[in-house]
């Protein structure tokens, strides 16, 4: 079977990495988290232009290989522009894989809102935040940076329990 690069898309706080780290435990996939990437790196991540290149670079050395090797990625990070997306899909189709989009779909309140819960953090997903210098911030930057995906798309409720994200992800991925 032909393997998937899975690409993540949704605000800080969505629930990327919620879905991603049972995902790829379900589909028995490789999981590439951007936050453990990031917070290896640096000691206070800032998000930036430069901070991106460094990370997504790594990674996506790190999803051609595996691709290359016949297994499937989920890349777990926001990749909020479409040009990130493009970059993704060009890797996957020269390595013999295909490309879609989980969009990790949460209203922007209830994204700022985990941000902002300090028993949230706590959790194996949330557990980045604590690394980042200025949260609201970044959250801004990245949401004003977003671009609609338009192809090849899956649409996952991020308030959904797992269960019932998984059984939407199958559903939409045909």
Not at 58 to 66: G, N
Not at 75 to 98: F, M, P, T, W
Not at 115 to 144: G, W
Request: hydrophobic content about 35%; glycine content about 6%.
């Amino acid at each position: 079977m032909k393997p998937t690069l899975y690409g993540t898309f949704g605000y800080l706080g969505a629930g990327k990495t919620y879905f991603s780290r049972r995902f790829s435990e379900k589909e028995k996939l490789v999981h590439l988290s951007g936050d453990m990437i990031r917070t290896s790196l640096f000691k206070k991540p800032q998000y930036t232009k430069e901070e991106n290149e460094m990370v997504f670079g790594l990674m996506d050395v790190l999803a051609a290989d595996i691709l290359s090797k016949g297994l499937s990625v989920i890349y777990d990070v926001c990749l909020n522009k479409k040009e990130h997306r493009e970059r993704l899909r060009q890797i996957a189709r020269e390595n013999g894989a295909s490309f879609k989009t989980v969009w990790i779909h949460t209203d922007e309140s209830i994204a700022l809102a985990r941000l902002n819960d300090p028993a949230l953090t706590s959790t194996p997903e949330r557990q980045y935040i604590t690394f980042m210098s200025d949260p609201l911030k970044i959250f801004d930057r990245v949401k004003n940076e977003m671009e609609r995906p338009e192809q090849d798309v899956i649409m996952i409720e991020g308030t959904k329990g797992f269960t019932q994200q998984y059984a939407d992800f199958l559903e939409q991925n045909t």
